[in-house]
Structure formats: structure tokens, C-alpha cells
């Protein structure tokens, strides 16, 4: 152990002594990573980001769609005001806008299932744990769930929040000029360990600030 | 196009989409009769848009997840360039997403279509 210390450092790893233990060169990185991953995880135990992982879908049954449609973007901006001083200004009315567009009556597809509350506060702690810094792409499935796409190029994640901080994934990426897939469904902490073999960081960073 | 557009609706039993060239003419003129077949069912509004796929692609990435689709001409009381991609299973999102990014990936906004066929009627 000594003669590793004292090891002048352009001595080739080949001429060290059998058995010496040898630093770790990603130490560094790893401990940042491992240190912002359990950064998040604090986030999303603590009020209020703790809370709005309890939100139920409202019932609406009586009311007429437009109705339904306006106490659901009601509702959404509410959930998303709760955490509001996790989100940028900018990304919150960018938010608020797409809740409005979601929630159009004039433009609802009446076979689908209304937004959930659930889903989107699933949307909102992966947002705030997962720390991206560039804009996801926003639409809901038929199910009613909100469903999160980063896009750069032919390279694509998309996360559907299914509620309970529950997701599906699929990704896929050109890899050598051959496409690379993967799909699953995880609890929403898991993202990142599922999905780190695809080397996905260029999809979630860019210059665009989300959180606060 | 998100892989979620390939979801199937609850109760849905096949892939609903249009055969392009039932209509004569060129792409924009089949698109436009095809929105306004579309139209005898559902609402198209131009802030919608037409996914245009080839059936041997989509034959061919389906049968890359063992999904054996039958793509067939099914036309539809008012809606005859209907066609059905029957046998189709939605529950790999991987195959969702293939269909997505590669068959069935180029995506026309609707509205120039609706523009040549509008005035447009109330949604039935």
C-alpha cells in the first residue's frame, strides 16, 4: 500500500507491484453522481414534493366535457402550483400553456380518458428527480397519462407517468448507424439506473433551465 | 410521432388507419379525401396530423416482435379507403416505438388537407 503512495505518478500501471490497490480514476464523478441522485431523492421526500405524490384523480362524472376538461387544467395547474418554487418562472407558464392546450375542449379526443392528477404529479417529482435540463416534449396517452419525450436527432426517450411514481420507458437511439432499443416499467427512481447503458445525457441536457 | 399514437383505445380490436392510394390523384389530393373520409367518424381538426406508414415496413417490424399483422382494405359506411391492421398487439412499447421512428414515421400536419376540403363540417 505505501509504495503506491509514494509512486511517482508516470510510472506505468504495468510496473506496479501485484496487489496494490489502486484509486479509482471516475471516484470523483461517481461520488458527484451518487451524491446529486441522493439530492433528489431528499427532494422528492420532503413537503411539498412529498405531498403531491398523494393527489387522487378528481371525479367528474355529471359533468359536461368542456366542464370536466376546465376543473382537470384547474386541478393540473393547482398540483403544479404546489411545487411551483421548484420550477422555473419560464418553465411553468411554458407548462401552464401546454396544461391549457391539453385540456382544450376544441381539440379533445373524445375516446380518450381525461387527464389524471396522479399521472401528472408522477410527471412533476420525475421532473424534479430526474433534474433535466433541457425541455421534454408533453402529451397525454388515451389512458390519460402524461407522457414525457426528449428528442435530439433520431435519438428518443419517452416516459409515460402511469401514477404512483410509476413509468414506462422506451428509448431508442442510431448506435453505429444501428438503431438501439429498450423498453420498461419501473418506479420512477429507477429511471436512471435502467436507462444509463444508452449513455442517454445528451437527450436530458441542454442550456434550458427547468428547475429553480 | 409519439409510440403512444399506436396505443390501442379500450375495446379497440385492430389499428385503425386509411389506404392512401384508394384515391386517385396525387399525395395532397388523397390526403385531402382521405381527412374528409376520416371526417364521416371523427372530428380531424388542423391542429391534427396524418402519420403515412408502408405496409411491408410495418409488416416487417411487427414480425421483429413476433406480431403477425394482417393489414386489410375494410371500407367503413362513409369511409371507404378504411383499412384495419388486424392481429396487432400494443403492450411492447418497443414495437410502438419502432412503428413511431422508422414504418410508420413521416407526419403531414393536417391542416393543408383540411384547407382544400373545408369549409368543414360539425363534428357528427
Known amino acids: 500500500m505505501s509504495s503506491l503512495l509514494t509512486m511517482p505518478r508516470s510510472r506505468s500501471v ?6 496494490a490497490v489502486m484509486p479509482s480514476l471516475g ?11 441522493l ?7 420532503t413537503e411539498p414534493v412529498s405531498n403531491i405524490a398523494n393527489v387522487r384523480d378528481t371525479d367528474l362524472t355529471g359533468a359536461t366535457l368542456p366542464e370536466q376538461l376546465r376543473s382537470k387544467a384547474l386541478s393540473l395547474k393547482r398540483i ?23 385540456c382544450s375542449p ?18 412533476l417529482r420525475m421532473i424534479i428527480y430526474l433534474h433535466p435540463t433541457r425541455r421534454p416534449g408533453i402529451g397525454l396517452s388515451n389512458r390519460g397519462h402524461f407522457v414525457a419525450a426528449w428528442t435530439r436527432g433520431s435519438d428518443r ?26 423498453a420498461g416499467k419501473v418506479s420512477l427512481h429507477r429511471i436512471p439506473d435502467v436507462i444509463a447503458g444508452y449513455e442517454p445525457e445528451e437527450l436530458f441536457n441542454d442550456a434550458h433551465r427547468l428547475l429553480a | 410521432m409519439p409510440a403512444h399514437a399506436f396505443e390501442l383505445r379500450e375495446g379497440e380490436g385492430f389499428l385503425s388507419a386509411n389506404w392512401l392510394e384508394y384515391f386517385d390523384g396525387g399525395e395532397s389530393d388523397a390526403l385531402a379525401a382521405t381527412a374528409f373520409a376520416i371526417s364521416q367518424s371523427r372530428a380531424v381538426r388542423s391542429s391534427h396530423a396524418f402519420a403515412i406508414g408502408n405496409v411491408a415496413a410495418i409488416k416487417a417490424a411487427c414480425s421483429e416482435f413476433d406480431v403477425r399483422v394482417r393489414i386489410v382494405h375494410e371500407p367503413d359506411a362513409g369511409n371507404e379507403s378504411h383499412a384495419a391492421v388486424r392481429r396487432f398487439k400494443d ?13 410508420w414515421s413521416r407526419v403531414i400536419e393536417a391542416k393543408p388537407p383540411l384547407d382544400r376540403v373545408g369549409p368543414w363540417r360539425a363534428r357528427p
Open chain 1, 39 to 45: 439530492r433528489s431523492i431528499r427532494q422528492l421526500l
Open chain 1, 27 to 37: 471516484v470523483g464523478v461517481d461520488s458527484k453522481s451518487i451524491e446529486a441522485r
Open chain 1, 157 to 182: 426517450i419517452v416516459i409515460e407517468c402511469i401514477g404512483n411514481d410509476e413509468v414506462r420507458w422506451v428509448l431508442s437511439k442510431i448506435t453505429d448507424g444501428e438503431r438501439e432499443s429498450g
Open chain 2, 91 to 103: 403492450d411492447d412499447l418497443e414495437l410502438l416505438e419502432l412503428l413511431a421512428q422508422d414504418a
Open chain 1, 80 to 102: 403544479a402550483g404546489a411545487v411551483a418554487m421548484h420550477l422555473t418562472k419560464d418553465w411553468r407558464l411554458k407548462l401552464f400553456a401546454r396544461i391549457d392546450e391539453l
Open chain 1, 106 to 123: 376544441e381539440d379533445w379526443d373524445e375516446p380518450c380518458d381525461l387527464p389524471s392528477e396522479q399521472s401528472f404529479s408522477t410527471f
Open chain 1, 14 to 19: 504495468l510496473e506496479m507491484p501485484a496487489g
